[in-house]
Every structure is written in structure tokens, then in C-alpha cells.
């Protein structure tokens, strides 16, 4: 048989004329369309990858051709496969190869123009995104960043805990300790030259004296990395931002951010979508990465307008939470993840606001969670200021915190925030596992001997049972002040089939059980550390 014609041997794009090609709808960072893609790599078959965080005109497109908005979307040919659990399904089943033959092979060529991937550069890319050029000292002719000279002396110094007047100094080592090593690494012939030199890099805010009374010496002196003065869970105080730098457009600094993220995310991403966080907690990027949220100790949330600072927070928050993976571990159990939520944070503004603060105070404007006995803010805190003054519930489908039950990572603009949560509510409820209506007769057996949806699942005789994402039980009053109240909000926020099958329920008078799915805490991470608070400086 000639290769071309068969699933078996086939292993090169169909002709571009047939369009009968596999096309995959995709975003950034998407664990699941990675899954996808992984396994039709492992089969030899190539894809057209249609990324609608670079080109998001396509997602109209993708919602035409099958009425979903979730990711990936995965097309053979003209014919819609369905998401990455259906192909993964399709798969375990053995039935795939077969509808690979059927609709790529021998079904006839289809030209349909929005299964094409634009001809145009992405969305955006003649706008540079990067992140704020670093402070370098000049060494003997070379530049070296604020990045790579942490990395050096951090190789070759001896940072340990120090005893002076009955006093222990933690994390510290000797100013004539640290002069002999840059003599050795640099090749100074003169200690007064590599003080000179000392004092530049103390100067950029690497380090300083433990109690701030000295310039580098060359003496019997205590100094601490900046890294090493914080506690690690306050995320971007590893480095500061000096008043001589210049302060960053915040939108500037968090997009520029998000790209270098997403670029770690994609080099260190295991074949099951994974992110391998050890590994990138070791590339020179992280560091980098690390030292620019910095930039964040200079961002005024309180003088953005309230769209703007609730698109600004949702990413910044999703951001966070990937960055505290890498640096400070993932916590496990009910107590881990609330040791976490609070004490994980950035310095914004000269303000520490941690997870707990962003998503509480300011996204839902000072608002308690039930695991916690009053507000994020009291009475006088000037971080009331930035508190979004009219909440919008459906940041509860914006916000990921790191869990695979969570939402997907998805960018929020100042300009469309709202379209845009409308549009991530739509998808939200897409999920069976966050939406799903169960009427009477349909848990009974079949005819077949087999058993129809929500079999065994106690319902009374009569009985209405509507299945919930957790979220909207621990957020319920952010919805509804009862269960009759959050279903009515939520007709109005899903689409489709189950904004019929909901509606018709709430109209047939008929009681409603609402249940809970389990959320499922596991993380798309792997080789992390475990989140130990008491390790964390506290």
C-alpha cells in the first residue's frame, strides 16, 4: 500500500489542497491540550495547531464548528473529535485509528476557512513584550545582570547563621570573605579594587549590611543577600526595586511576565501536561523572572480604574500562584492550603497582599471565607482602597489556584474584562463536573442492562438532582442567598443545552437536590516540593 493511504503508514500532512488535516484549538499553558497534542506526537501524525491566545479572532471560529468554548478543540478533517478526554477516550478504546482512517483517509476533501490557521503574525507580536532591562555592574569590561551576579556569588559564598554579641545572625556571611572570593572569581591582584567593585554590586540591592550600618568592607562584617531577608512565601521580595530604577507600567511588567512564564511553562512541560517545577526552578530564566516581580513593589492598585484593577488582579493572582509552586512548594490537606493562601504574597504598592487578601479583599471586597473568623482588611487599613466596590461572581471561574478542578489560566484585559468573564462562565459550565442536570428516569436501567446517568445516586422518587461545581458551594453567597437563588444566577450564566435543561427545571416546580462534585486539589505539577509554613520565616 502506497503511504498516504492508510492511518498505519500515513506520517506527513495531507496536501495542503484537501484541507483534510488534524487541527487542534489550543491556548497557553493548557495542560490538556498538551495531553492531546502528546499523544497524536506519539502516533506520528502531524497537526495545525490554531493558538487562540495568539490569534483569539479564532475562537468564533472554534465555538461555529462545534459549539464549545473550552480547550483544545480537536478536528480530523470536517469532523469534530470533541476535547482531549474524548480523543484520550477514543483512544482507550481503540477506535481512534479507525476515525483517523475514516475521516482523514477516505472521507473527501472538505474547504471550510475556519479550520485554517491565519497566514498573519499573531495577535500583538509587532508589540514587544519583555521584561525591564535588569541593573549590571561592570566588571573588569564585562556587564554582569543583577541575575547572573546572584547566581555567581551565590556559588561561592558561605551563607550560613552567624554568632556576634550573644546575637545570631541568620543567613549571612563576611564582608572579608566576600572580598577575597570575587578577587579569586574575577581576578582582582588588589582588595581595594574588589571593594570598589563590592560596593557597585551592594548597591544594585543584591545584599546589604544585616542591620544596614555599613558599606561592603573589607572587615569582619555581616552581610545578607536580599534573597535571604524576607520570608520565601513573600514572593517578590527577593530582590527590591530600587528608587533610581524606573518605575514599570504595571500592564507592561505583568504581560511581560506572563510571556516569560509561559515560556518556562512550555520548556519544562512533561508529556502528560505537566510542569516539571524543579526543573524550572533551576533554569537561569526562573531567576530572572524572579528578581522582575520586583517591579510589582512599585504598582499602585488603588489608582486603577475597577475593571482595570479587576482584570489586573485575576492575572496577577494566576500568575502568583505558579510562582509560589516553583519557589515555596505545594501545600497538601485542608490545613496546607490554608497556611498557604495566607501566607503566600507580593509586595504591591508597599503593601503585602497574599493570595487570601487578593481573591478576598480586593476581588470580593473584603469579603470572609468560611475558614476564616473576620475580613482580610479591618477597619483603616489603606489596602481597603483597592477593593473592587461591586464584586462580580464570575471571577470564581477567572481564578485557578492551581488545582485541576480550578478554571484554565486565561488573560484578562482592562479593556474586556467583563466580555471576557462572560465568556469564561460560558466555559466554566461546559464541564459535566460544574454543571450537570439529572432528571427523573434518566439514572434507571436500560433496556440494554445498562445504566443511564447518575445511576445509584439515592435520588428520591420525583426528584430533580442539579450538580455543582464545589466552587459555587463555598462561594455560594457570592450567587444567591439560597439554592433556588444561585440556580436562577447560574441559567443565567451557562449556555446551551444546560441553560434549557436548568431553566426547565427550575419551571416544573418539581424539588431540586443540588449536589457538589469533589474537587480534585492534585496539581499539574510534578518533582515539587511540599509548602512547609514553618519553614517560611514566620
Known sequence: MEKGNSADDWSSPVSAQTNNRIVVFSIHGCPHCARAKSLLKSKNWPFEEINISDYPQKRNDMVALCDRLTVPQIFFGAFHVGGNAELQELEKAGKLQGVFQKELIDAPPHNDSRLQKPEGPPEGSNVP???????????????????????????????????????????????????????ERFGFADR??????????????????????????????????????ESPALLNKRALWPSSREVPDPWVLLKGLKKALNKLQSRHQMEDGSFNVKAAAGDEEWTVFVHATAGFQKTDLGSMGEDERLAFVINLYNLAVIHAFVAVGVPFGNAGRYQFFDAVAY??????????????????????????????????????????????????????????????????SKEAVREELRVAALAFFEDDANLDVSFPGEDEETEGGGKGKGKGNGRKQGEIIVTLSKILGWFSADF??????????????????????????LDSGAKIEVRHSPYDWDAHVVNAKEFKFAFMGH
Open 480 to 505: 444567591g442567598k439560597d439554592d433556588t437563588a444561585v440556580l436562577k444566577k447560574v441559567v443565567s450564566l451557562c449556555g446551551g443545552k444546560k441553560k434549557e435543561r436548568l431553566q426547565t427545571a
Open 129 to 183: 513584550v519583555s521584561l525591564p532591562e535588569e541593573p549590571s555592574v561592570d566588571i573588569k569590561g564585562t556587564q554582569y545582570t543583577y541575575s547572573a551576579l546572584y547566581r555567581e556569588l551565590r556559588g561561592i559564598l558561605d551563607v550560613k547563621d552567624r554568632w556576634y554579641n550573644l546575637r545570631t545572625y541568620k543567613n549571612c556571611f563576611v564582608g572579608q570573605d566576600f572580598v577575597t572570593a570575587i578577587m
Open 192 to 229: 581595594g579594587d574588589a571593594v570598589i567593585t563590592g560596593q557597585k554590586i551592594l548597591d544594585t540591592g543584591l545584599f546589604h549590611h544585616v542591620v544596614k550600618d555599613h558599606t561592603l568592607k573589607d572587615e569582619y562584617l555581616f552581610y545578607r543577600f536580599q534573597s535571604d531577608e
Open 347 to 412: 509586595e504591591i504598592g508597599g503593601h503585602r497582599f497574599s493570595l487570601n487578601d487578593l481573591e478576598n479583599g480586593v476581588l470580593r471586597n473584603n469579603t470572609k471565607t468560611p475558614l476564616h473568623l473576620s475580613r482580610p482588611f479591618s477597619s483603616g487599613d489603606k489596602r481597603l482602597s483597592a477593593c473592587i466596590t461591586e464584586p462580580d461572581c464570575r471571577i470564581h471561574f477567572a481564578l485557578n489556584c492551581g488545582a485541576k478542578s480550578c478554571p484554565p489560566v486565561k488573560s484578562f
